[in-house]
């Protein structure tokens, strides 16, 4: 059974104004299809179907003639909701990538007591260079990897790789051999804190391998391994045995 309503009707149920609906009638956008014996305007279901694809269609970010001449061409609905859908999708999508930057920011920022300027400006230089080499996808899944170590394994998992970066500098600099056991006893330690970072996710790996190839070893580690120390581990990592 055909429902009708009055403007202010369909205006409340919309939460379109009366004033819009008016401005619409207009310029031909949208009319309503009957009148009572008093005069006032009846909208009935043809009338609601087309306004719901004006709405859509502005929020595509179509414009007033646009959207009359694609009403005008009598488009089928379908295609407009789907229109509708992909864009909201795609909205939610880039909301999701929003959310992830704010957690990573809050979470660099929340390991200081009292974040200042500089805090922020290596949050955001940080997160501006994660997005260049890791997905949406990939970030969430480091977020969550942050977040079930908890601040107590992420200070743990800063501290290693403090201290093997300490040990493998001291073995380089006493120039030790790459194959001795010394030298395969750190890449043992650099390949578990690597895979504890990256989850074991053979994506993140390579995204951060890409990283550290295009930017070197130096900037992609904010200063921690400089060049001559990731040469030195590579040539270790090079000499360790097949199937190890």
């Known amino acids: 059974m055909e429902r ?4 202010g009707e369909l205006a409340s149920a919309t ?15 949208l009319a309503a299809s009957a009148r009572t014996d008093a005069g006032y305007r009846l ?15 502005r929020q595509l970010g ?11 061409a009598d488009e089928d609905p379908r295609h407009v909701v789907k229109q ?3 864009a909201v999708d795609r909205a939610l999508e880039l909301q999701g990538e929003l959310r ?12 200081s007591e009292e ?49 093997l970066i300490a040990d493998a500098t001291a073995a380089k600099q006493r120039g030790i051999d790459p194959a001795s056991d010394e030298a395969q006893e750190l890449v043992t330690r650099w390949e578990d804190l690597i895979s504890q970072f990256t989850g ?25 391994v400089d060049p001559e120390l990731m040469e030195f581990m590579n040539r270790a990592m090079d000499a360790r045995p097949k199937g190890v």
Not at 200 to 224: C, F, H, N, V
């Open 100 to 111: 992830d930057r704010l957690r990573y920011v809050l979470g660099t920022l929340e390991r």
């Open 43 to 57: 909208y009935g279901d043809e009338d609601v179907r087309r306004l719901y694809q004006i709405v859509a269609l």
């Open 15 to 29: 939460g379109l104004t009366v004033r819009t609906l008016h401005h619409y009638e207009e310029i031909g956008l």
């Open 62 to 72: 179509l414009k007033l003639e646009q959207i009359r001449a694609v009403l005008d």
């Open 115 to 163: 974040p200042t300027a500089d805090d922020f400006l290596e949050a955001l230089e940080v997160m501006n260079r994660m997005e260049q080499y890791y997905t949406p996808e990939q970030l969430a899944q480091l977020e969550e990897r942050r977040n079930a170590l908890g601040d107590e394994g992420m200070a743990k998992g800063q501290q290693d790789w403090a201290d």
């Open 84 to 86: 509708h859908l992909e």
């Open 200 to 224: 074991g996710d053979p994506g993140i790996r390579a995204s951060l391998q890409k990283m550290y190839e295009t930017e070197g070893a130096q900037q992609a580690s904010r200063g921690m």
């Open 4 to 7: 009708n309503f009055q403007i």
